[in-house]
């Protein structure tokens, strides 16, 4: 076959691609966050697998968890000891585990195949993505002329729809079906873990059945796990219209069509809660209600669509490559030298992805997309690092009402969250585990794994509750489920911790998310800095928003004193801030997480903006795990790893630190297709697409509540460029900021009245600002500037800057 992408045009913002997918992991992705749909864009023996956000296959019913708080003075007892691994041990024993619980697999629902005949070689073969519609696009040619395949997901009316057009009437020839999901390509030169997923497919699903009649398909299976409240079986209709010519079913469930001008296909599925309740009727009569008319469906779909991804642009000055293929552009990006319009189009296709996984729940680790079913983790929610990469530019990025999917989904995991609490800890509040799906129950925890002792999940998932408020000003949200949430998390510190010799508190047991101190041999230990980190800003937020809302006077005073009696940050004897709070346990800096790091993921609090001791501990820190970790690791495994330690250098306004994680991020964790992988150029993973736009905006915009900095972190490699539509606390909006060496433009909008300091990395010689009601004033800094806002208008600020 013949590849080539010179005809075909670009999309505005998309990719086009040269090659079609060997692996699942290769195949061109849509999604409308309930439906998720990726086609293998093979021309003649297509293979597009559904899926829906829904389908966790159930593996049994879920473990609750033995109340074993009783036995919490013994587990302390082992850690202060130092028998860290004996306590780990004991707590895996107490659960009555005979082994580490993954939570239900998330796994793929079919494969709507589409087999055809060639007439002379396949050539001019292209694909492509528009980013701005959702539509994905196969395009290429034999001796009878030019074939196109076009397909989306529509949000509009929450089905997906496929066109298959060719290059004069009566030339499509084609047997359609709905099968099960193909164990072959599923990993590349990886037969065992088809094998495995194949095993697992026959060990839980039973009773499929597909059909196929004139002017349908049908899918069915049942799984043999179900369990009260899972997932009981799976449907899937798909109508297909084919204009001008002719269809004939087949008992094998296969539809063949013969000269047809033209061939329309709508798919939908449906997870089946109740077995006596099935939906292929109601689907059926959906998708005929449906206009034939694939134009006026796109349409539709794409102004939801366009909607949400045309909010932000980012143009670094890479247009002069933007008409080249993938392929091009990832092999000519270096490390030196990383590609601009790839970095463009990594960055679009991160909010991409991260808006066709997003529906009723967030993006679990493959999105809404899947081709096994062993999925790496089993697919689900990590909480421990992954799935707060994934959301992390729905705020920053102009998308927040995506963050709603992920703070309902938390909500529906209370009653368990509460259960964790209770039985692990003999606490009230919610303890949040490293991983859910179906339910919240811990049972990460193994002999060797102390994930049954990390406390700082809830607090960490508060803080996106609170964002939320901070970045769109709805109090109805704060008041009603912000608040309480935190209040619960907070309420869980209130029991959890007690007073050591020094008058300050202890968090014990802990885990540092998956790491294990270098003087030790388990996971199991205390005063994690994570865990300090998340209760500080817990409580301060906590405090902040009751104060906000007149709430919870009488427990204010409670949780300002737990502030003052927690562990102060530590700096070891290299300079590198401490991961444990505690002379006892020693760093493991060469480890793929960075959650030492917590507090300056978002930010930079007070009692680091004050010292600069520690502020040289988090740079070290750092440095040293870039130099030492990630410069040889060829695996590249944990790719949401770089993003955390971006995420903190741009908080410290270490541009050039931020730099060095953002080049790995371009160059290492995207394939042809632009889908994120969670090692180098493997493991189909959506972290990163959250991840690596939210780093790239806090580089250049970041925010808190009466600030906004402007290029806080900008590399060298970027004298020029522009970013649209950034979102920032306090309800304002950059709608356009250019700059370069001479200065910055800068648009912007508040949904408020108010008064924010303007900051900038470097001395402002000369500011003027336009717009009724704006107004500039000197502040105490030379970087800085007071700047009055008026609510819902548009102003414009010119800065003249001195490097």
């Known amino acids: 076959m013949k ?14 691609s040269s090659q079609p997918a060997k692996i699942w992991e290769e195949g061109l992705i849509c999604g409308n966050g309930t439906i998720g749909a990726n086609a293998l864009s093979r021309p003649l023996d297509e293979r597009i697998i559904f899926t829906h956000e829904r389908l966790f296959m159930p593996m049994g019913a879920p473990v609750v968890p033995l109340y074993q708080s009783a036995h919490l003075s013994e587990i302390r007892g082992l850690i202060d000891r130092g028998l860290y691994k004996e306590a780990t041990e004991l707590q895996f024993k107490l659960s009555g585990q005979k082994s580490f619980l993954y939570p239900d697999n998330f796994v793929p629902a079919f494969d709507l195949t589409i087999r055809s005949t060639n007439h002379g070689e396949v050539r001019d073969y292209c694909r492509s993505v528009n980013f701005q519609t959702g539509e994905a696009i196969v395009r290429w040619a034999d001796d009878r002329g030019n074939f196109e395949r076009r397909m989306f997901v529509s949000r509009a009316d929450g089905v997906a729809v496929l066109a298959i057009t060719g290059p004069k009437p009566g030339s499509l020839d084609g047997r359609l079906a709905l099968e099960p999901r193909e164990p072959s390509d599923q990993f590349n030169d990886d037969s065992n873990i088809a094998k495995s997923s194949d095993q697992m497919f026959k ?11 004139s002017s349908s398909l049908t899918y069915s299976n049942r799984y043999r796990k179900a369990y009260p409240g899972s997932i009981h079986a799976l449907e899937g209709f798909a109508r297909v219209i084919a204009k001008g010519g002719t269809t004939k079913a087949g008992s094998n469930g296969t539809l063949t069509v013969k000269r047809a001008d033209r061939i329309l296909v709508f798919v939908d599925l449906r997870p089946i809660y109740d077995p006596d309740k099935p939906e292929m009727k109601r689907m059926e009569k959906g998708l005929a209600k449906l206009p034939d008319d694939y134009a006026q469906l796109l349409q539709r779909h794409a102004k939801l669509h366009g909607a949400l991804f045309n909010r932000v642009r980012l143009d670094l000055g890479g247009s002069a490559d933007q008409q080249r293929t993938t392929e091009e552009l990832l092999a000519d990006s270096t490390y030196e030298k990383p590609n601009r319009a790839l970095i463009e189009k990594e960055f679009d296709a991160g909010r991409y992805n991260i808006i066709c996984s997003t529906g009723e729940l967030p993006p679990n680790l493959q999105g809404v997309w899947g081709g096994t079913y062993v999925p790496g983790w089993a697919s689900d929610y990590t909480h421990n690092g992954n799935l707060p990469s994934a959301i992390a530019a729905n705020l920053p990025g102009n998308m927040p009402e995506l963050m709603l999917a992920y703070t309902s989904y938390i909500e529906s995991l209370v009653p368990d969250m509460e259960i964790n609490a209770k039985h692990l800890f003999g606490a009230r509040g919610i303890v949040l585990p490293s991983r859910s799906s179906t339910h919240g129950f811990n049972n990460a925890l193994a002999p060797n794994f102390a994930g049954g002792f990390w406390v700082g999940g809830a607090g960490w998932a508060a803080h996106f509750f609170y964002d939320y408020y901070l970045y769109t000003g709805d109090r109805k949200f704060l008041a009603e489920h912000a608040l309480p949430f935190m209040e619960k998390a907070a309420l869980c510190f209130e029991d959890y911790l007690f007073e050591g010799p020094d008058g300050k508190w202890i968090f014990s047991p802990t885990q540092s998310p998956e790491n294990t101190p270098s003087n030790s041999n388990s996971q199991g230990t205390f005063n994690a800095t994570m865990d ?14 009751s104060r906000e809302l007149g709430r919870n006077q009488d427990k204010i005073p409670r949780w300002q004193q737990m502030l003052d009696k927690m562990p102060d940050y530590m700096v070891d004897g290299r300079g590198i801030i401490k991961e444990w709070l505690t002379p006892k346990l020693e760093n493991n800096d060469s480890h793929r997480h960075s959650s030492q790091l917590y507090p300056l993921y978002y930010g930079m609090p007070d009692e680091i903006a004050q010292r600069p001791d520690l502020r040289a501990a988090f740079k070290k820190c750092i440095e040293f795990k870039l130099d030492n970790y990630w410069q040889n690791n060829q695996k590249g495994f944990m790719s949401f790893g770089l993003v955390q330690l971006a995420q903190a250098a741009a908080s410290l306004g270490e541009g050039e630190l931020a730099y060095r994680c953002l080049t790995q991020l371009i160059n290492r964790y995207w394939l042809n297709n632009l889908a994120s992988m969670h090692n180098h150029r493997s493991l189909f993973n959506m972290d990163i697409s959250g991840g690596t736009p939210a780093v790239i905006i806090k580089m250049l915009v970041a925010s808190e509540v009466g600030r906004l900095q402007l290029l806080p972190a900008l590399p060298k490699a970027w004298p020029t460029g522009t970013i649209e539509g950034v979102l920032c606390h306090g309800q304002i909006e950059v709608r356009r900021l250019r700059w370069t060496p001479k200065g910055i433009e800068a648009t912007l909008r508040s949904d408020k009245a ?50």
């Open 532 to 545: 300090v980190a998340v209760a500080k800003e817990l409580l301060r937020n906590t405090i902040a928003a």
């Open 3 to 16: 590849r080539t992408c010179g005809q075909v045009p670009v999309p505005e913002r998309g990719f086009v």
């Open 754 to 803: 108010q008064t924010v300091l303007l900051e900038l990395p470097t001395r402002i010689s000369g500011i003027t600002v336009q717009g009724s009601g704006a107004k500039v004033a000197k502040a105490g800094s030379p970087n800085q500037r007071k700047l009055t806002l008026p609510v819902a208008r548009e102003i414009s600020v010119t800065i003249a800057t001195k490097q």
């Open 203 to 213: 060990e839980h699903v039973a009773d499929i059945k597909t059909a196929a009649s």
